[in-house]
């Protein structure tokens, strides 16, 4: 790995100005996972990994194993029912529990970059965005694509926010 972790494709794509419900959607997740991408981008292991924020457990490290979390679990287990379990401890639910003081960045982001590519598939395949998903155990409680999708776009519309902050007591930089 590089000093500086390389995004080399973190520039995002607008989302249509006029576009059906499925097309406008996923671009506006696009471009919300392509402005963490940047928020990323040209960053050292020890400032990806660091926590500026001494009143937060928060590091852009751990926003990425989170997210990849939030991927597999919105798109794998809800919406294709495939029960696959989390590729990290996280015990408790906080942003500690994505500890990344020793973490690997080329095996955080390669797998939000898979997990990314494979929920875009995912969401390609389905035939509407009525189809219904159910986290488990239970089951119990069922989201339509159309939901899982919005509620992606605010996941990371949030955590963007985050990663901003963060840039900006690392480097200085802003804004995007």
């Known amino acids: 790995m590089t000093d500086a972790y390389d995004l080399a494709d973190a520039a995002r794509t607008e989302p249509p100005s006029a576009g059906d419900e499925r097309a406008t959607l996923t671009a506006f997740l696009d471009f919300q996972r392509d402005t963490f991408a940047m928020k990323c981008a040209g960053l050292t292991t020890a400032q990806l990994r660091a926590r500026p924020l001494s009143s937060s457990t928060l590091s ?13 679990s919105w798109f794998r287990n809800a919406l294709n029912d495939e029960a696959r379990p989390g590729f990290w401890k996280h015990p408790d639910g906080s942003f500690a529990e994505f500890d990344a003081d ?12 898979r997990e990314c590519a494979h929920a875009r598939e995912l969401v390609a395949a389905a035939p509407s965005l009525d189809v219904l998903g159910h986290l488990r155990p239970d089951g119990g409680q069922s989201w339509s694509l159309r939901w899982i999708l919005t509620h992606m776009i605010e996941e990371y519309a949030r955590h963007n926010g985050h990663a901003d902050l963060l840039r900006e007591h690392l480097d200085g930089r802003t804004g995007e």
């Open 102 to 113: 020793e973490a690997d960045p080329d095996e955080a982001f390669g797998i939000w970059r």
């Open 60 to 72: 852009l490290l751990g926003l990425t194993r989170h997210l990849a979390e939030v991927e597999r």
